[in-house]
């Protein structure tokens, strides 16, 4: 079975502080992990994938294989970084790709 | 180009009603999937489809019936919906049969469907 949790709902952050979205997973395999975004009435997209290793909008994102986490970090928040984020997980064989429940962010001015 | 392109994008349908949701991809993309999304909720996978083939099944009602006629669309046909189906559904797809894409999903702007 496989599973991503993301444990808090809600987050609230300034402006210019750090941000952390925790996500955490369990799969019986080597799965490849995501981080997507959901601006307000937009549609679901990638924000950035851990084989890739790059910065996207200033996030970042590492595999910890031994505490099986894939945490998404900024340092500096912007207004605009206010969004849905979702950890995702797809298993070795690519066809599942499951959905962990979802970071509310609001970034205060 | 990274588009999935969903119509319509607006639907309401009664109960005893017979619809159909159509996904269309022009990436050359292998699998092609169906999300339904509630508010404020992560997407659910439905169904995928490999090569064409139904290869994922989440135990969903039979009033919902995908349809894969080639590789590039993707149908999900409706009947007999109750008012809680009514949702977002997302048509996405990934994977590229030289593994180009790895397994990165991409998402169309889905359909808001509401069942009266």
């Known amino acids: 079975a496989q599973r991503v949790t993301q444990p808090e709902k809600l987050l609230s952050v300034f402006k210019g502080a750090p941000v952390e979205l925790k996500c955490n997973y369990s799969y019986s395999g080597s799965p490849e992990l995501f981080w997507y975004v959901q601006y307000s009435r937009q549609r679901l997209q990638l924000l950035l994938r851990?084989?890739s290793r790059e910065s996207i909008k200033g996030f970042t994102a590492d595999l910890n294989k031994g505490e099986t986490s894939f945490h998404l970090k900024k340092p500096f928040a912007q207004e605009e970084d206010s969004a849905m984020y979702y950890c995702?997980?797809?298993?070795?064989?690519?066809?599942?790709?499951?959905f962990g429940t979802g970071t509310s962010l609001t970034v205060i001015p | 180009d990274t588009e999935v392109t969903q119509t319509p994008k607006h639907l309401v349908m009664g109960m005893t009603n017979k619809k159909s949701l159509k996904c269309e991809q022009h990436m050359g993309h292998r699998a092609m999937y169906w999300y339904k999304q509630k508010a404020k909720k992560p997407p659910e996978l439905m169904f995928v489809y490999s090569y064409e083939k139904l290869s994922i099944n989440e135990s969903v009602p039979s009033r919902f019936s995908p349809e894969c006629p080639n590789s590039s669309l993707l149908n999900l046909h409706l009947h007999a919906l109750q008012p809680e189906d009514s949702a977002l559904y997302l048509c996405?797809?990934?994977?590229?049969?030289?593994?180009?894409?790895?397994?990165?999903?991409?998402f169309g702007e889905g359909s808001w469907l509401t069942v009266v």
């Open positions: 995702a997980l797809s298993g070795q064989a690519g066809n599942q790709f499951y």
């Open positions: 996405a797809s990934s994977r590229k049969p030289d593994g180009s894409s790895g397994n990165t999903i991409y």
């Open positions: 851990h084989i």
